[in-house]
């Protein structure tokens, strides 16, 4: 195996099946990379669904995307870990877009993103992720990474279901250890759409300044779940 791909879900009946359906295809070697569905309980057919598609694997693990994530990293056989969310659909040929960055001497990063909306404001959001700046990172750009490296850097935070991929993500910059593959990833607007856009916009800037402005977790989280669905 040269990629595993790990995607943890938690009721995502409505999307999985499309996206695992879009992976095998977009695969330049698919005999090559493994696809591991980690699912923290859900209450819809999600399990089933993913199952169902041939090829696949499916685990279960306590609920919470850090946990999810970090368990589908130990079952891993490759030695390129790639976290994608289960509504982004990675371009075509993106396993082989990865290995060459990596041959490359980048041991992890992202593809550039667009949303799947056509509002000006989240193309406008999309275009900004074509930079290889922090403040443009966001999990919904999907995460490759060598394994050695994520596991030196401790792997997910688990302690708090919000910014598990921030955390790492940081710390990558940190190291200078991160690039920006310029292809492009499509993933889902639907939180903005179900919140409003602006509105929602507005919430994500204001968890990072209080992020930044050192809060605690704990406080994140209680301002995250107060407004954000």
Known sequence: MTLSIIIPIYNEASNIQQLLLHLQKALYKPSQCEI????GGSMDTSVEKATAIKGI???TSPK???????YGAQLAKANTLYFLHADSFPPFHFDKLILE?????KKAGCFRMQFDRNHWWLQLAGWFTQFNLKFFRGGDQSLFITKDLFMSLGQFPTKYPIFEDYEVIRKL???NEFTVIQQKI???SRRYTENGIM???YHYWMLYLKKWAGSPTQDLLIYYKKNIK
């Open 64 to 70: 919470g995307r850090g946990l999810q994530m970090n």
């Open 36 to 39: 591991i569905v980690i699912d």
């Open 57 to 59: 694997t499916v685990v």
């Open 101 to 105: 960055a990596i041959n490359n001497k």
């Open 186 to 188: 499509i993933s889902s």
């Open 199 to 201: 509105k929602l916009q």
């Open 173 to 175: 910059y940190q190291k």
